[in-house]
């Protein structure tokens, strides 16, 4: 069975950084067109954060761009997001998905355990 397991959330204060980990098993994170993070802020739309693509490539949402890395590490089967010069509206369930898993099973914010991360002023 194929499984993502988000950790690494945690309670920051503006301007400081936090590392999420996507632990994967069942499947090898070279496999998924991209691997994916979402993120859901109370009372908004489940939204994409960043992708990582098979290649290395990545892409990110406008609101993050600059401040967060994704990141693979194919030897621990793990992705990362490095998240820098957080911000109050960084605050929210953060998820990981690989594309296949969203395909079948659609919005990952619907069925993910994600990792919950807090940002003060």
């Known amino acids: 069975e194929s499984r993502v397991v988000e950790s690494g959330g945690d309670s920051a204060q503006a301007g400081g950084s936090l590392r999420l980990s996507c632990s994967a098993s069942g499947f090898s994170i070279e496999d998924p067109t991209y691997m994916t993070w979402y993120r859901q802020a109370p009372g908004r739309e489940c939204g994409l954060v960043a992708i990582i693509r098979h290649d290395g490539g990545a892409d990110y949402a406008d609101s993050v761009s600059g401040r967060f890395t994704i990141s693979q590490d194919k030897a621990k089967n793990t992705v990362y997001l490095q998240m820098n010069s957080l911000k109050p509206e960084d605050t929210g369930v953060y998820y990981c998905?690989?594309?296949?898993?969203?395909?079948?099973?659609?919005?990952?914010?619907?069925w993910g355990q994600g990792t919950q991360v807090t940002v003060s002023s």
């Open positions: 998905a690989p594309e296949f898993m969203t395909r079948i099973r659609g919005r990952v914010c619907d």
